[in-house]
């Protein structure tokens, strides 16, 4: 069986390293906002090219502590509306509500499933503060004109870059593109821990500060109380953790490009679609997506070939039973994408005759 992406071997790929920082950090005694936190944040703000980076428990909380440290700096209020893809992972949606905020789903564009600037300006009312673009399977959204249509409407930009880590856009990385960023450390992530992880990175110094604040209790010193705040802390062995497998991003990531680029340019079966390629170095290939109608046939004639795909995602957000007020909307591309997406298996570890196997596989598909 090809795996859609063994876990076990990416950790594996990283030893010795990866246990001696473990140990090290098991026996200093010392488990969370201590000097691995510390010196993650430092790495992935540099990375990144942002300002600062602050740790928190996972990526949904992020999102959740962008918008509440933005209401908390006084900038936006419970109610007001953020512009989100319809077509995200539910968490996206989820950490929006959590803050207490109203998300608006918009529309993606079929050929990138980013969303859809053109169909923004429509959806702004005098209560939306924010613009939430999701990097999806890792390609940047179109972020230059959802910028401006911001920039015009006095809109923050708050980037979900769970899928994006180390995603250039026009010689900027993914989490310096927009006024914020929420990145998951969730372990099949690009950059993943080894257990729940997330990070934001701003160049605004006031919301790191009530970020990292609302993500401990809303403290501002120990034991001093501002605000009404949550626990979202990331912990010293995954930061740490995080700290050796940031070394090797970009030649992972560039290993997802070469499959990608094996992927793009084998499948010529005329029943499979496949998103055309951007701006290179602006994809880094989460997931690779293949969309067909048959999309179930397909996906079990794979499992019979035994190459393992998912799907991403099954459920539109709107159609989900925990989002029942949101039921009655129409939304036929977001549509369209969940009946039609598959998950090809995408890994840096996959060989060559994987690839090729996969390909002759996909192509044979009638
Ligand atoms: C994984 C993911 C999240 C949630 O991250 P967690 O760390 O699991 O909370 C949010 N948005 C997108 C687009 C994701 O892929």
Redesign the pocket.
């Given at each position: 069986m090809i795996p859609y992406y063994s876990l076990k071997q990416i950790t594996e790929s990283f030893e010795p390293e990866i246990t001696q920082t473990a140990t090290d950090i098991i026996r200093s005694g010392w488990y969370l906002q201590g000097k691995a936190n510390d010196t993650f944040e430092k790495a992935f703000a540099a990375y990144c090219g942002t300002d600062y980076c602050v740790g928190t428990?996972?990526?949904?909380?992020?999102?959740t502590l962008i918008l509440m440290g933005y209401q908390s700096l006084g900038l936006m209020s419970e109610e007001d509306e953020v512009i989100v893809p319809a077509n995200?992972?539910i968490?996206?949606i989820i950490?929006i509500l959590r803050a207490r905020m109203k998300p608006v789903l918009c529309e993606p564009i079929l050929e990138t499933c980013n969303i859809d600037p053109a169909k923004i300006e429509a959806l702004i009312t005098p209560r939306t503060k924010v613009i939430l673009p999701?990097?999806?399977y890792g390609q940047c959204a179109d972020m230059e004109p959802i910028t401006t249509i911001a920039r015009k409407h006095g809109l923050k930009v708050v980037e979900?870059c769970?899928?994006a880590h180390g995603a250039i856009y026009r010689g900027k990385r993914a989490g310096n593109l927009g006024d914020a960023a929420?990145f998951?450390?969730?372990p099949s992530?690009n950059l993943g821990a080894l257990g729940?992880?997330?990070g934001v990175t701003t160049n605004d110094g006031s919301l790191a500060g009530r970020v990292r604040a609302l993500g401990n209790y809303g403290s501002s010193a120990k034991y001093v109380h501002d605000y009404k705040g949550i626990n979202s802390r990331l912990d010293e062995l995954q930061a740490g953790i995080l700290s050796v497998k940031l070394t090797r991003l970009d030649e992972d990531n560039e290993k997802r490009r070469k499959v990608a680029e094996r992927y793009r340019k084998g499948i010529t079966n005329p029943q499979i679609r496949v998103l055309p390629c951007a701006e290179r170095e602006s994809n880094v290939y989460?997931i690779f997506p293949v969309f067909t109608p048959e999309r179930d046939r397909l996906q079990a004639y794979l499992t019979a070939k035994g190459i393992q795909t998912l799907i991403h995602y099954p459920i539109p957000p709107h159609q989900q039973k925990a989002l029942s007020e949101y039921a009655d909307l129409s939304l036929p591309v977001t549509e369209k994408i969940h009946r039609e997406e598959l998950s090809l298996p995408m890994s840096p570890l996959l060989t060559t005759e994987e690839i090729e196997q996969i390909i002759d596989a996909v192509n044979r598909f009638v």
């Open positions: 428990g996972n990526g949904m909380d992020a999102i995200t992972c968490a996206t950490g999701v990097h999806l979900d769970a899928q929420a998951s450390f969730y992530k729940d992880g997330g989460h």
